[in-house]
């Protein structure tokens, strides 16, 4: 096992890394940017050095700074959390160069998955169903005429680069088709520095389904059942729950199963997570695989009775995978809220600042995965992100009676907080039917938009 593992994040997930390791016995080493002098995982790592000023680009995305502070302190190895570095196959590829073990999958399995048209090639190659479109990136635009007219409309342009929402356009017939092409390569181009494109036939009001994943060095793939990610605003996503209230058995077997094939197909080790789009009619699509741990960790956890951090150094460290596939289904429910410092009733406007008081709920089946405390000031230079309740129950209906007792209880003041919205969503009937799409919280913020300005007329 690692003597010592620097943490290449800030914010909850490195105090949720720092954790993992303590009970694994290894000691931490913390990076700060100067905004983050006073933060939860600087006090609680072994170690702490400090990487450069608050701006992202300057300390936790500084690789020559973040090495040097992993050879100094004679780390063994670095994980990277999420966001970041955390899918820079670069840095994954620097961090073994300097004799550092990266707590992930090996450099060419982010590159080939962080290329979203290569990764698409790939899961098709190995039988996973994908979403019908070109194969690899569009040409020219005599190609892109000839492919619009096989996939029918409406369609969806996606850019090679891209991934979570970005450089994606709808084309909703012939007239818009060459004009998007041409808008959407030149902002991929501008976003990306690569302005290839894909195209593929646009589902609408999905579901978003993702499975976990877990490799080891020997050639061991094994998953943990989907999490049900369809409430986002804006590409990000508010609330997570485990299991999808629409995933049968025999569809989660099915899902599952076309996942660990298509990691097995580039050799994955640690963990992961694919991606897929759920149809209405059931049938679902490969549509990104993440190569890290992921915000939303906690409710398989939850769910599943592992801890997914500790696995990724176990399997980093070379330990070898004894799951049974078969005995793992789920028994319970896990719901997780994302507590954002924004004002949901000026459009989710960020609100940074210090927490002047706060009381955390807690209680059976309860989880709070955050590094603030009373006093703790909210940086304007990092995502609004301040916490994660999770909410555990033996089924879907207890885990939302709970949340919603944890929410009532909880009180933060000082900054502006989405507490009140994820109160509407739990109170919907819509969600407590498990009826909802990728569309839901969407059409839910515009709808209190609009009863908010009602009531301010009247
Ligand atoms: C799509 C789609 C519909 N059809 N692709 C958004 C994030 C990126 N990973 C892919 N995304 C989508 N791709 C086709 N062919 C709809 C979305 C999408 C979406 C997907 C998951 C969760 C929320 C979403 C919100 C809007 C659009």
Known sequence: MFGKVLIANRGEIALRIIRACRELGIGTVAIYSEADRNSLHVKCADEAVCVGPPPSQSSYLHIPNIITAAVLSKADAIHPGYGYLSERADFAEICEDYGLIWIGPGAAQIEKMGDKAQAKAIMKQAGVPVIPGSDGPVANEDQLVALACKIGYPLMIKAVAGGGGKGMRVINDEDEL????????????????????????????PRHIEIQLLGDHYGNIVHFGERECSLQRRHQKVIEECPSPV?????????????????????????????????????????????????????????????????????????????????????????????????????????PGVISSIHIPGGHGIRWDSHVYQGYEISPYYDSMFGKLIAWGGDREEAIDRMLGALSEMEI?????????????????????????????????????????????R
């Open 247 to 351: 995933v049968t058995a025999a569809l989660r077997q099915q899902i599952g199963s076309a996942a660990v094939k298509g990691a097995r197909a580039v050799n994955y080790v640690n963990a992961g997570t694919i991606e897929f789009l759920l149809d209405q009619d059931s049938s679902f699509y490969f549509l990104e695989m993440n190569t890290r741990i992921q915000v939303e960790h906690p409710v398989t956890e939850m769910v599943y009775g592992i801890d997914l951090v500790k696995a990724q150094i176990q399997i980093a460290a070379g330990a070898e995978l004894e799951y049974d596939q078969s005995k793992r289904v789920p028994t319970a429910h896990a719901i997780e809220c994302r507590l954002n410092a924004e004002d949901p009733d000026n459009d989710f406007l960020p609100s």
């Open 178 to 205: 060459l004009k998007g092409y041409r808008l959407a390569r030149a902002e991929a181009g501008a976003a990306f520095g690569d302005d290839q494109v894909y195209i593929e036939k646009y589902i609408a009001n």
């Open 413 to 457: 003041v000082g900054i502006k907080h989405n507490i009140s919205f994820h109160q509407c969503v739990l109170n919907d009937p819509k969600f407590k039917a498990g009826e909802y799409g990728t569309s839901f919280l969407q059409r839910l913020a515009a709808r209190l938009a609009a009863d908010r300005k009602l009531s301010n007329t």
